[in-house]
C-alpha cells in the first residue's frame, strides 16, 4: 500500500517561496512505472494540476503552463521523497496541496493535503 | 487543455434513490481516459472509476461509470449515508490533466 506524507509550512509571505516535500512508503520515487505529481485545491481555481517529476532512465519533468516560471518539483532519492518550490506567490497561491502519485497519468494514491496560505 | 463540465453543480437526493452525475468535455478524452473522484470535507480525494467505467480496488458495485469521447456519467445506483459528498470528473488522456468542477451530493 502507497503512502505520502506531506510536510512544510502552512504560512507563507508574499513574494517569497512555498515549499513542501513529500515521503513515499510502499514504492520509489525512482519508480519506472510511476510519476509523482503536485495538485492544488481552491475555492476559486478548483482542482489545479501544477506539475510532475519521473523517471524513465533518466529524470523528467512536466509542468502546467499557469506557474511553469515559478515551480520547481525534485525527487530525493537518498530520502525516498519528492519536493515542492514554487517561487514569487501571491494569496492567489493559497490552496490546499496534495501530493500524488499517477501510474499512466491516472492518479491512485494522495497525500492527506496541506493548507498553504500566501500572508504577510 | 480539455475542459471539463460537471453537471449538476448540486444534487439533493434521499438515501436509497440513485445519482446520476454528468462530465462533458471540451473535446475528445483520448482512450476514454477519464476517472470520477470522490472528496469528502477534511479529506483527499479518492479514485471511484478510472478509464470511464473500471471500478477502483475496493470500490463497491453500486459505484458505475459510463460514456465515450466527450460524454461520461457517474451512477450511484442506491444512495448510502456515506456517499454523500462531492464528486469530480478528470481525465488524464491528454497533457495537462484536468478536473471538472465537481458536483455535490447533498441529503434532500
Known amino acids: 500500500q502507497v503512502q505520502l506524507q506531506q510536510s512544510g509550512p502552512g504560512l507563507v509571505k508574499p513574494s517569497q517561496t512555498l515549499s513542501l516535500t513529500c515521503a513515499i512508503s510502499?514504492?520509489?520515487?525512482?519508480?519506472?512505472?510511476?510519476?509523482w505529481n503536485w495538485i492544488r485545491q481552491s475555492p476559486s481555481r478548483g482542482l489545479e494540476w501544477l506539475g510532475r517529476?519521473?523517471?524513465?532512465?533518466?529524470?523528467?519533468?512536466d509542468y502546467a503552463v499557469s506557474v511553469k516560471s515559478r515551480i520547481t518539483i525534485n525527487p530525493d532519492t537518498s530520502k525516498n521523497q519528492f519536493s515542492l518550490q514554487l517561487n514569487s506567490v501571491t494569496p492567489e497561491d493559497t490552496a490546499v496541496y496534495y501530493c500524488?502519485?499517477?501510474?499512466?497519468?491516472?492518479?491512485?494514491?494522495w497525500g492527506q493535503g496541506t493548507l498553504v496560505t500566501v500572508s504577510s | 487543455e480539455i475542459v471539463l463540465t460537471q453537471s449538476p453543480g448540486t444534487l439533493s437526493l434521499s438515501p436509497g434513490e440513485r445519482a446520476t452525475l454528468s462530465c462533458r468535455a471540451s473535446?475528445?478524452?483520448?482512450?476514454?481516459?477519464l476517472a470520477w473522484y470522490q472528496q469528502k470535507p477534511g479529506q483527499a480525494p479518492r479514485l471511484l472509476i478510472y478509464?470511464?467505467?473500471g471500478r477502483a480496488t475496493g470500490i463497491p458495485d453500486r459505484f458505475s461509470g459510463s460514456g465515450s469521447g466527450t460524454d461520461f456519467t457517474l451512477t450511484i445506483s442506491r444512495l448510502e449515508p456515506e456517499d454523500f459528498a462531492v464528486y469530480y470528473c478528470?481525465?488524464?488522456?491528454?497533457?495537462?490533466?484536468?478536473f471538472g468542477g465537481g458536483t455535490k451530493v447533498e441529503i434532500k
Open positions: 500524488t502519485r499517477d501510474a499512466g497519468w491516472l492518479i491512485d494514491y
Open positions: 510502499g514504492d520509489s520515487v525512482s519508480s519506472n512505472s510511476a510519476a
Open positions: 517529476t519521473y523517471y524513465r532512465s533518466k529524470w523528467y519533468n
Open positions: 473535446q475528445s478524452v483520448s482512450s476514454n481516459y
Open positions: 478509464a470511464a467505467s
Open positions: 478528470q481525465q488524464y488522456g491528454s497533457s495537462p490533466l484536468t
